[in-house]
């Protein structure tokens, strides 16, 4: 008889291995596939480290805007974005990306 942790089976199946499929609408983008056309449209981007309250590292992603606003966001690069993900990215970058997301 085989048995496993928890802990075992979560990094033996990572949700960020799992297939795209889950979100009805086709193929979405990764997190890094959006910043690189979100790049094309003018946009800047650098990504560095912020540090939770238990002192814990986490990657932050800073893009800039064409006009120079600031958005700062904490989303792994090879994570898949949702549609509701990618309108909350087009709204505050004001761009309107190729990617299916609600009005």
Known sequence: ??????????RAWSWRS????????????TFAQYLAWAQQQGCRVTTGYGYASNKRPYGV???VRVDGVVVIEATQHDEYLTPTAIARLDRRLDLQSPWFSPP
């Open 61 to 63: 992603t800073k893009i």
């Open 18 to 29: 799992a297939p795209s499929v889950a979100a009805p609408f086709g193929q979405h983008p």
């Open 1 to 10: 008889m085989v048995t496993a942790t928890a802990a075992a089976c979560v």
